[in-house]
């Protein structure tokens, strides 16, 4: 019994190395509008449902997407056996974010927004952005008798503060499947028939 537990450790913590860093690359310039659509795709490759598409303001944002780790084998967003117990365990959800600017700049060193940056010339930052929101349901009364008559207790202070009957709050972000994300990003590009 002690082998099996000192197994499954080691499976577990051997599943949480990875490369540190998030999810960054530079595309070439002239293949913005490529980097965008494989960008978009591999998005809908995986799942994630989108909700921002914005090629003139270098975004695209999903909707939370969420999981339950082990028992969805399908979702593939874990990256290791921890984050499949993680996402069994708890109620969590994942939201991408993929922005591109000029090649060294933010929107935070711009004083003034850019124009369209499908016509910039020059070759451009892309960066994965992905966070772990973690759902929460307060005042869950738990029948003992029968879940279906489970109820939720009703707190003013809450349902005015917008968090009754639930609630996410982001409790990190998931660099492996930024790095992942921003992977399959690039290799889509490499593929491109223009290319």
């Not at 996402?87 to 003034?112: H, M, W």
Request: glycine share 6%; aromatic share 6%; charged share 30%.
């Amino acid at each position: 019994m002690r082998r099996l537990l000192v197994l499954v450790g080691a499976i577990l913590l051997g599943g949480c190395a990875a490369a540190p860093g998030p999810g960054r690359f530079t595309i070439e310039s002239g293949h913005y509008a490529e980097a965008f659509d494989a960008a978009r795709e591999v998005l809908r490759s995986m799942r994630f449902v989108l909700e921002r598409v914005d090629a003139r303001e270098g975004v695209i944002t999903t909707r939370p997407k969420p999981t339950a780790g082990l028992v969805t084998p399908w979702d593939r967003e874990q990256s290791s056996l921890t984050q499949e117990g993680e996402d069994f365990l708890n109620r969590q959800q994942r939201r991408v974010r993929i922005s591109f600017a000029p090649q060294g700049l933010t929107r935070e060193d711009l004083t003034e927004p850019w124009a369209d940056l499908r016509a910039h010339a020059g070759p451009i930052d892309a960066s994965v952005r992905v966070v772990v929101d973690r759902l929460y349901s307060p005042n869950w009364r738990v029948q003992s008798a029968s879940l279906a008559q489970s109820r939720h207790a009703i707190d003013p202070d809450l349902v005015r503060r917008h968090m009754q009957p639930g609630y996410a709050v982001a409790v990190r972000r998931d660099e492996a499947l930024e790095r992942r994300l921003a992977q399959r990003i690039r290799d889509r590009l490499a593929q491109a028939p223009n290319r």
